[in-house]
């Protein structure tokens, strides 16, 4: 149907319902042709009703600006609409039911208490959802045209991740202990790999757990090696630039060199650290085997059949490494004997995740099901990880895509709207 048919069929409606009723209506009319749809006066009044309930109808513009606002946010709102059913895209009363459930938390009510509120501000329960599936279907069409856009470099990431840390850093103090190991600039070839040996092997005893002040007492020839290689508190500008060039982001306890400067060859502590925010998350080093149901195995089938894994383990007659190798059906981790390597739990589909959670460390799970089949898992080992570096690169690039998606959505709403037929065709002041 074309965009002069659906004006006609409008106005025949509008007509027809003016004939067979007696008393005085408001009638529906075409306001706008955008395309092949069109914008009727019930649109402009249901998002007026909208923006009143949520403004402070004290600052709203005069009313004939605000309808020329609202027209000019529903043309692009049918722009957008017309790109998501070229694309495909619908929201199905399933998400539009979360989507509505976490408005109401957001507004600390219920849904029923929501639904009261609208009816007294003159909105419909079926207009609403009406307007907030709209909003969806235009939201997941411009993020699927805008991200195409997007390029961000990973030189971008890093420089804007080096920025940040700058600013976390700048109020940040450490206690730094120092060992410097002297190599005049004339010495033999000799000489230089030797004091660079012993600067690996100090670093070795360090990083195993050997007392940093009395290595520095024996071995340093730096300034403070009578106070066992004790600089006391700094921040990173109050401290020599080869030192603050070597401290990055690292965190206490960490063991930096040996690095080489003129003087020699130099190897730092970070003693304690204060200021300094740090991301630790829980890292599982687990290991599995999964099986798929077919048409020739059957779910009972596949979780017998890990049953039986699991006796021939716990008798000695198979281990589990065997089984992952022989029977696993997921390729990527069978070649290691099932093993899933050193992973956060996040990473994981939510039962998997649950049982890595919670299962003692050394014990095999008892079989359970997820999207990808039936599994036994067992926790080999849990640590505690540093992950404040990767924390601000993930900061770095969210605020990133943040900023381009802005641009970009701005650009790709502009070339929508130049490349549209828009034709006004009804007044929104016009008599019924």
Do not use: C
């Not at 998501?84 to 408005?103: F, H, N, P, Y």
């Not at 909105?123 to 993020?143: F, G, K, L, P, V």
């Not at 050193?342 to 997820?370: A, H, M, N, R």
Request: hydrophobic letters at 40%; a negative charge.
């Amino acid at each position: 149907m074309n965009k002069w048919t659906k004006a006609l069929l409008a106005t025949a409606i509008s007509a027809s319902s003016l004939m067979v009723s007696a008393s005085p209506a408001e009638l529906d009319r075409v306001i706008t042709v955008v395309n092949e749809g069109v914008i009727l006066s019930s649109d402009v009044e249901s998002l007026k009703k909208t923006v009143a309930l949520n403004a402070d109808t004290a600052n709203l513009p005069p009313e004939d600006v605000l309808e020329q606002q609202i027209l000019d946010q529903l043309i692009i709102e049918e722009l957008q609409l017309q790109e998501a059913k070229r694309l495909g895209i619908r929201i199905d009363d399933t998400r539009l039911e979360q989507a509505i459930d976490s408005i109401a938390k957001d507004k600390d009510v219920s849904v029923n208490q929501l639904r009261e509120e609208l009816k007294r501000s003159g909105i419909t329960w079926s207009s609403y959802r009406d307007q907030i599936r709209r909003e969806m279907t235009i939201s997941e069409a411009r993020n699927a045209q805008v991200r195409r856009r997007i390029n961000i470099l990973p030189q971008e990431v890093e420089s804007l991740a080096s920025q940040l840390n700058a600013k976390n850093l700048e109020n940040v103090e450490y206690r730094l202990s120092h060992i410097q190991l002297r190599l005049d600039e004339d010495a033999d070839k000799d000489e230089r790999d030797a004091v660079a040996a012993k600067a690996n092997e100090l670093v070795s005893e360090l990083e195993a757990g050997a007392n940093f002040k009395a290595l520095a007492l024996a071995n340093s020839k730096g300034p403070k090696a009578l106070d066992g290689g004790d600089w006391g508190w700094m921040r990173l500008e109050e401290m020599p630039t080869i030192f603050a060039d070597q401290i990055k982001s690292n965190g206490k306890g960490a063991v930096i060199g040996p690095f080489r400067s003129g003087v020699g060859y130099h190897i730092l502590k970070i003693a304690d650290v204060k200021g300094l925010q740090s991301v630790a998350v829980t890292e599982v080093k687990a290991r599995h085997i999964l099986i798929k149901p077919s048409i020739v195995l059957s779910d009972d089938g596949a979780k017998r059949q890990l049953n039986q894994m699991i006796a021939q383990i716990n008798k000695g007659e198979k281990t589990f490494d065997d089984l992952a190798k022989q029977y696993s059906a997921d390729p990527g981790s069978a070649v290691k004997g099932g093993d899933l390597g050193w992973q956060t739990s996040e990473l994981y589909v939510p039962e998997f995740k649950d049982k890595v959670d919670t299962l003692p460390e050394g014990q095999i799970s008892e079989p359970f099901k997820t999207v990808h089949g039936w599994h036994i898992v067992e926790v080999l080992d849990r640590r505690q990880a540093d992950r404040t570096d990767a924390a601000v690169q993930n900061r770095a690039y969210r605020m990133l895509l943040n900023r381009k998606f802005n641009e970009e959505a701005q650009a790709w709403l502009q070339e929508l709207r130049a490349g549209a037929y828009v034709e006004q065709v009804g007044n929104l002041d016009e008599d019924s």
